[in-house]
């Protein structure tokens, strides 16, 4: 067994600390993982993942890696960590997401997905076993099924066919992989990923034939797509109450600093999302205090304060919000390097927050406390 789960609260939480072994290391769970789509988290380097935000785990994407550099040069270095120079853990992501929101560029066969690359047109076709040759090659310590991300809003016909494609798919996703070791000379694990939409049935359903497929994890995919956020803690919920323990949970795509906690007090372990990173490019810095717009011009003379008081990053032991704006301003590169650093930072800190509450069993009044403080100033 490569997970354990070290504790339950007990405090009317559902939140879970547990641990995660894979062949790069092992992973404490509650955890973000800071995405790296093209093997690179945007801005900063494998060096400041680890010491300047300790991150345990990176997310990579097959989609993306399948088109530029290629597979093959990949595995040719030995797969993504000696590629990237990145010993720790790394999670492919199979590419189903991308892949479907194509739209125009793709055809869907029940063997697969005919598609165009976004890059430069040529055209492509993935299937469960082509995706997982790829993730063999790419060499992550985390592989993914390829699946159907059903669009939201879909009626339950739409999100029934859906997820019997899914189905289908992880079966053979499964079977192929049983046939074809691992290429690197470690081992890979396999997570299987519940669609089903909105649909607590169709959920219930997805849950039990994961279950039966016995894989090393279980993600719950589909969410985060556009429905109220109400819908997606709901769906969690009943997920989470269908669910073995001793599987780590792993919801994709997902989100802000609030949508983390509330998801860890209904029981889930693993997250990624681009909004850190991406949010921090764009000017948007998550703190212990609120939502911080650094590009506004009120920060143009604050040359005290920090972008986050409250925060031990680089950027806020070094940097003041008037200099961070003004490198902004100036479109300097070190805006986004420094804006990113504290992002990242901050949410492996959360979660590192998050891990402590559950071992002395206070993580539901600790969250009640702190999530309020988070979304302060969110429409800044
Ligand atoms: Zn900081």
């Not at 995706?131 to 059903?150: H, L, N, P, S, Y």
């Not at 997606?232 to 919801?251: E, F, G, N």
Request: hydrophobic letters at 40%; a neutral charge.
């Amino acid at each position: 067994m490569s997970f354990t789960l070290i504790s339950t609260a007990n405090d009317s939480s559902q939140a879970r600390r547990g641990e995660l072994r894979t062949a790069h290391g092992t992973i404490q769970t509650p955890i973000f993982m800071p995405v790296g789509t093209a093997a690179t988290v945007k801005s900063i380097s494998p060096r400041n993942l680890k010491e300047d935000i300790n991150a345990q785990i990176i997310l990579a994407n097959t989609y993306h890696l399948y088109l530029r550099p290629g597979t093959k040069l990949i595995s040719q270095a030995g797969g993504i960590h000696r590629f990237m120079s990145w010993d720790r853990p790394v999670l492919t992501d199979s590419g189903g997401f991308q892949v479907f929101s194509l739209k125009d560029l793709r055809k869907l066969t029940p063997d697969g997905v005919e598609f165009r690359s976004h890059l430069d047109g040529s055209k492509h076709f993935f299937s469960p076993e082509s995706v997982m040759r790829a993730q063999r090659k790419i060499g992550a310590d985390i592989i993914m099924a390829f699946d159907e991300c059903t669009p939201w809003p879909a009626t339950e016909a739409e999100a029934l066919s859906s997820l019997n494609l899914t189905r289908k798919w992880t079966e053979t996703a499964m079977d192929w992989l049983k046939d074809n070791p691992p290429l690197h000379g470690y081992e890979q694990l396999f997570f299987g990923i519940v669609q089903g939409s909105m649909y607590p049935n169709l959920r219930q359903q997805a849950v039990e034939h994961i279950v039966d497929l016995n894989p090393d994890g279980i993600a719950l995919g589909g969410l985060s797509v556009g429905e109220p956020t109400d819908v997606m803690y709901d769906i969690t919920s009943a997920c989470a109450q269908w669910l073995p323990p001793h599987k780590p949970r792993y919801v994709m795509g997902v989100g802000t600093p609030w949508n983390l906690l509330e998801l860890v007090h209904r029981g889930m372990d693993m997250f990624d999302c681009v909004m850190p990173s991406r949010n921090a490019r764009n000017g948007m810095l998550f703190t212990w205090n609120g939502v911080l717009n650094y590009k506004a011009a009120r920060h143009s003379q604050q040359l005290d304060q920090a972008p986050d008081e409250n925060c031990q990053c680089y950027t806020c032991q070094n940097f003041s919000r008037a200099y961070l704006r003004h490198l902004h301003n100036a479109k300097e590169m070190l805006a986004m390097h420094l804006a990113t650093i504290h992002n990242l930072h901050f949410y492996l800190d959360l979660m590192d927050k998050a891990r402590q509450a559950i071992e002395i069993n206070d993580y539901h009044n600790w969250s009640k406390n702190i999530i309020p403080q988070l979304q302060q100033n969110i429409k800044e």
